[in-house]
Nanobody
Framework: QVQLVESGGSSVQAGGSLRLSCAVS????????MAWFRQGPGKERNGVAV????????VCAASVKGRFTISRDNAKNSLYLQMDSLKPEDTATYYC?????????????????WGQGTQVTVSS
């Protein structure tokens, strides 16, 4: 049974850091393209970053470039999102997801497995 379980969300002040985790079961994290998405209140769910099977990463949201880092730990079968220099506009529910196809990896339609989400709130 496939499960993705996010954790690490919290309320922080602007300029702070958080590390989100996504524990994966049912497949090996290195066997699929994996991604983090986020959805703010009343907004669409948008891609943040993708980690390809081969270890390369794609930044989907230009606003996070240089501040967020996606990574994985194969031994722990987990995906991570290190978020530094957080801004109020980063406030959202963050979701990890596993891709079912190799194209359009910043779009939600390419993903068939999703976690339940973890809330990140950044105050100014």
């Amino acid at each position: 049974q496939v499960q993705l379980v996010e954790s690490g969300g919290s309320s922080v002040q602007a300029g702070g850091s958080l590390r989100l985790s996504c524990a994966v079961s049912g497949f090996t994290v290195s066997s699929k393209h994996m991604a983090w998405f986020r959805q703010g209140p009343g907004k669409e769910r948008n891609g943040v970053a993708v980690l390809l099977r081969d270890g390369r990463s794609i930044v989907c949201a230009a606003s996070v470039k240089g501040r967020f880092t996606i990574s994985r730990d194969n031994a722990k079968n987990s995906l991570y999102l290190q978020m530094d220099s957080l801004k109020p506009e980063d406030t959202a529910t963050y979701y990890c997801a596993a891709a079912m196809i190799d194209s359009n990896l910043c779009g939600t339609a390419s993903y068939n497995y999703w976690g339940q989400g973890t809330q990140v709130t950044v105050s100014s």
